[in-house]
């Protein structure tokens, strides 16, 4: 699918300045030459990003994060040796001459090593570090096909690699590392007990002064239709009543018996958290194009392994309401 000369066409882009986008095992990146400030400015300007808000640095091998990180802690290391290449992110002490455009001025990295063969082809022929966040407009649902990263940015983003539909769906786990002690910034696939079954030490808390991560913000990976979650048959009702007032309501419920109402968008989704986490921004987009009023999300079970999928549609809930819309 992805040729040789693809990758050195897009390597060619990265070491002008140029923006790539590429698939990652979690969603595609939008990415740029992280050691170049006119490059991650171009992510910054295509997604309308504020500028002190950090990127994911993605290199091929674990070897390559002593060029951007310092002062690693053993747990790092750990984590590294058993979950790279994979959906996970560390955070750690910056190296010196890592910029402050992929830093957002702290004084810490982020880094990730991602397991996706068009990825790793990419990062191996470029030889550095790409920064990389997920490849959408700010706060906006993440792209996980190269089909959705082409709606988002049209034209603006040239060099998209198409690595078919991202395999886990929702974006890496990210461990805060820089103090030390492990901290959990962003839930992911990874979960917190495997986060601790391979650093080998409980999670800290995450505290207040922890270094600000936009991805966990109230309001993120918004569709641009409201967005509530409701309880299980709830979500009847909710769409059946919202149907008698003359809304048009698209849900997201775990029933395949699609109910009646003329009008309504009924997507059945996977029980499996694993595939519904695969299957939630498609979904989320398409729930968005049916032009509705409302978006009704069926809350998933509150366990372990729904974690992430749980953030993710708090945030998307929250940033979907009108009032938030910035
Ligand atoms: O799965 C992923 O992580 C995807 C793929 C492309 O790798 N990337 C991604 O990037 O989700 P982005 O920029 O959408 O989200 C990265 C998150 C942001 O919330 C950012 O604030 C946080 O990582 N982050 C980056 N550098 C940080 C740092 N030094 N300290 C704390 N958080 C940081
Ligand atoms: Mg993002």
């Keep these: 699918m992805i040729s040789d000369s693809d990758i050195d066409g897009a390597v060619a882009i990265l070491r002008s300045g140029g923006l790539v986008a590429f698939p990652t095992e979690t ?12 490059g991650v400015g171009r992510i910054y300007a295509a997604k309308g990003r504020p500028a002190d808000h950090p990127v994911i640095v993605h ?13 690693i802690p053993e747990a790092a290391h750990r984590l590294a040796r058993r979950l790279w290449p994979g959906p996970l992110t560390l955070v750690l002490r910056r190296a010196r001459g890592v910029g402050d455009f992929v830093t957002g001025g702290q004084d810490t ?5 991602p397991s996706h063969p068009v990825a790793q082809q990419l990062l191996r022929r470029f030889g550095g570090g790409i920064a990389a966040p997920s490849a959408n407009r700010f706060g906006r649902v993440s792209a996980t096909t190269a089909a959705h990263v082409r709606e988002e940015f049209g034209p603006a983003v040239g060099c998209v690699l198409d690595g078919g539909a991202a395999d886990v769906g929702i974006e890496s786990t990210i461990v805060d590392l820089s103090g030390g002690k492990p901290r959990l910034l962003r839930p992911g696939a990874i979960t917190a007990q495997a986060i601790e079954d391979a650093a080998g030490e409980p999670l800290g808390a995450v505290d207040l002064h922890a270094p600000r991560a936009p991805g ?3 309001a993120h990976y918004a569709p641009g239709t409201p967005l509530v979650l409701a ?5 009847r009702e909710l769409a059946a009543s919202l149907a008698r007032q003359g809304k048009k309501v698209a849900a997201l419920a775990f029933s395949q018996a699609r109910p009646l109402d003329p009008g309504l968008v009924w997507i059945a989704a996977a029980r499996d958290a694993a595939q519904y986490a695969h299957d939630l921004y498609a979904n989320l987009r398409r729930l968005d194009a049916a032009g509705c009023d409302m978006l009704i999300v069926e809350r998933p079970p509150q366990a372990p392994e729904w974690a992430a999928v749980n953030d993710r549609l708090a945030r998307a809930a929250a940033g979907a309401s009108p009032a938030d819309d910035v």
């Design 59 to 71: 290199v091929a091998d674990a070897v390559q994060v002593a060029n951007w990180a310092s002062d």
């Design 231 to 235: 309880e299980g048959d709830l979500v």
């Design 27 to 38: 969603v595609y990146g939008l990415g740029a030459d992280a050691s170049s400030a006119d």
């Design 216 to 218: 966990t913000l109230a």
């Design 109 to 113: 990295v982020a880094v990730r090593v």
